[in-house]
């Protein structure tokens, strides 16, 4: 990966240090690297704030279980014979989320582990003997990033912790109470407003995948934007546009690992495949089918997890001619034994060929162009309707997907035709859930997915063979919009509270 950050270290030397206040405590042994000895000069620094970036690999790889397959743009490709990961996956397809279940433990710690490592990395910079200019740099990537961990927790869990501080006593973690998200909110401003200001414009060709200005601004257009504060929102994405990004002539070369950190991409995660480093994007593998033959895996024998499949919902709101549906997604597969089609659909967008098994090469995208020119129209339409301007934004997304120009709608209408578009043009990349949230009211929420219950019910995208579905399936109630606290955390933490609901 000559052109891309480096994230190949161990990420145990920076989740491993706890300041301890006794002196016995304090001595260290000589053959190993201490909190002060590693943090001492930049090229330590560097490896710890590589480290956050590599810890962005296995949190990313888990988004699409809270962001796709909750909603009505992926399902799972039902295996009446093994019932094992009903608890744990299936569960949020059907909305029996719980405060036992285990993903959703897995998500708050990761993400809180995450952030020990950004407060640690933080408050050990004031320190290093490093020049100004690379500690202003490790400040602005540290700060975007625990801006974007605080933005999901609030979007999962509403008031979360809110910690900024590395702990002297580990004792200390059980005296937090959750903060209100009006003052989250705050801490994650402060870290935007820091990030936007530190962070360079570009990048060197051999550091591709490091972060910039302009994915701070998304960040924060996003986070203004869910905010509905359109004004702000706007004034963040405006400068976007001006920092030289703009939509790839072919939708296809987004994703293609051939192109990684193309001109579109304003932030995405790195992986490397093709070796046994450990580096590989392997989430691929849990989105192709069950119970192929290498029909679609490409390698003789081997299937899929069968999560993340796209549902009939999805595919059938495509338009006609549009380009990107058969870029996204494939309807079905040919069985190489018996010649017969099977109709279990399957992401396409992230499927390349790769040397060896289990080993490909895609990065994920986080943010990119197209998401911007589609968050501008929406900030625009929801402060006047639309005007020109909007109508420009969105029918460039529009003309590269080979679809005519829309115009001459209301506010509403405008609205409505938005939402479509992001869902096709970002379908499984980890924006539906979020784009619901932002955009829909509880009740409207709750409609949409009653909708799809039915249709799912009544024709599942997959088929179930004879089990049934279970009571309780498909019910979704307006307090699941957010998450639960974690049963561990309220166990050893009696100051936390529970969501309302669970």
């Not at 498909?474 to 919009?481: A, M, Q, R, V």
Request: charged share 20%; aromatic share 12%.
């Amino acid at each position: 990966m000559k052109n891309s950050i480096k994230i190949f270290i161990s990420l145990s030397i920076v989740l491993s240090l706890v300041s301890c206040s006794d002196d016995f405590l304090d001595k260290q042994n000589p053959n190993q690297l201490g909190e002060e000895s590693f943090f001492a000069t930049e090229k330590q620094v560097n490896q710890a704030v590589i480290g956050v970036y590599g810890q962005l690999q296995g949190i990313t790889g888990n988004q699409w279980l809270f962001t796709e397959m909750i909603t009505d743009n992926t399902t799972v490709h039902f295996d009446e014979g093994n019932r094992g990961n009903a608890p744990g996956i299936e569960t949020f397809e059907y909305w029996q989320v719980n405060a036992n279940t285990g993903n959703i433990y897995g998500l708050y710690r990761d993400i809180y582990n995450t952030l020990g490592s950004i407060n640690l990395t933080i408050a050990k910079l004031e320190g290093a003997d490093i020049n100004d200019a690379a500690k202003s740099r490790f400040e602005g990537e540290l700060r975007f990033f625990r801006a974007y961990y605080y933005f999901l927790l609030t979007q999962y869990f509403g008031d979360v912790i809110l910690v900024t501080e590395p702990f002297s006593d580990p004792s200390e973690a059980f005296e937090l109470e959750r903060s209100p998200i009006t003052e989250v909110y705050s801490q994650i401003e402060n870290d935007l407003d820091v990030a936007i200001a530190l962070l360079p414009n570009t990048v060197a060709d051999s550091e591709a995948g490091r972060l910039t200005k302009g994915a701070a601004l998304t960040l924060a257009g996003k986070f203004w934007l869910t905010r509905k504060e359109y004004t702000r929102a706007q004034a963040a994405l405006e400068q976007v546009t001006g920092l030289g990004y703009n939509l790839l002539p072919n939708y296809e070369d987004v994703f293609d690992p051939n192109n990684k950190n193309n001109n579109e991409s304003i932030f995405e995660v790195q992986f490397q495949g093709g070796n046994d480093l450990g580096e590989s994007s392997s989430f691929i593998y849990q989105f192709y089918p069950k119970f192929t033959n290498g029909e679609v895996t490409g390698f003789p024998g081997i299937s899929g997890g069968g999560w993340n499949i796209p549902t009939l919902d999805i595919i059938g709101d495509y338009e006609d001619g549009d380009i990107r549906k058969d870029i996204s997604l494939s309807e079905g597969y040919t069985d190489m034994v018996t010649g017969e089609f099977v109709p279990v659909p399957f992401i396409e967008k992230f499927r390349y060929e790769h040397a060896i098994q289990g080993r490909p090469d895609n990065n994920w995208p986080v943010y990119r162009y197209a998401d911007v020119l589609l968050m501008l129209a929406e900030t625009i339409n929801e402060q006047s309707g639309p005007n020109a301007e909007a109508y420009g934004y969105l029918n460039q997304v529009r003309a590269r997907a080979g679809l005519p120009p829309v115009s001459g709608l209301s506010q509403d209408e405008f609205r409505a035709v938005l939402l479509h578009e992001r869902r096709v043009e970002l379908a499984f990349e980890n924006h539906r859930w979020f784009d619901l949230r932002r955009t829909l009211s509880t009740s409207e929420l709750i409609s949409l997915f009653e909708a799809h219950a039915a249709q799912e019910m009544a024709n599942p995208t997959t088929p179930r063979g004879i089990v049934p579905f279970s009571a309780g399936d498909y019910e979704f109630d307006g307090y699941e919009i957010l998450f639960p606290i974690p049963d561990r955390e309220l166990l050893v933490n009696p100051k936390l509270s529970q969501n309302e609901g669970y």
